[in-house]
């Protein structure tokens, strides 16, 4: 279930979370916007910081997408499998204090590395996955990772405005899905 683009509902950290199928399917869908965070680094948070300069641009029941370019690391290498840039707590707390309606990134979780089952790989981050996923969940903000391409959807903006659609393949009593994610521009004026 949690394979490429896939959507995290709160059974996935609450053991009585709603799951994919709980869910109507408008609730996969809506408006929002891309935040340009290109320029963190392998490891590091994606905070209050980071997000209040874009507070303005972020509406109430929002899909915010955190644009990294960690797509573009696709592959079996060790920045793309552990050392994405990742949503910490003050991040998580501005997203929920701004109704957003979903998070989405480009890594492969929304919080960072922080296990020790890998060797050559220490955690990065002090936070538990858990907690991360935990707080946004129980605050009913979906969870949307390994997206891709949204430096597309961006371009040289720094946030962009538009339609997104994340539906999840449609499996009865579970946490997460894959699903295929896109994004509808307006057409703008020539």
Known sequence: ???GTHVDTPLHSLEEGKTIDSYPIDRYMGEGIVLDLRHKKPTEEITLEDLVVHEKSI???????LCTDWS???????DYLYRWPYLGISGSNFLIKKKA???????????GWNS???????PVTKYSADAIHSLL???????IEGLSNLSVVLGND?????YFIF???????????PCRAMAILEEEET
């Open 101 to 111: 309606k979903a998070v989405g990134t480009e890594g492969m979780s929304i919080a």
């Open 167 to 177: 539906a999840p393949i449609n499996f009865k009593d579970v946490e997460a899905a």
């Open 59 to 65: 509406r109430e029941g929002d899909v915010v997408l």
């Open 137 to 143: 969940l129980e605050n009913d903000v979906l969870i």
């Open 158 to 162: 720094r946030t962009k405005r538009a």
């Open 1 to 3: 279930m949690h394979i």
């Open 72 to 78: 573009k690391k696709r592959g079996f290498n060790r």
């Open 116 to 122: 020790t089952s890998v060797k050559a790989q220490r």
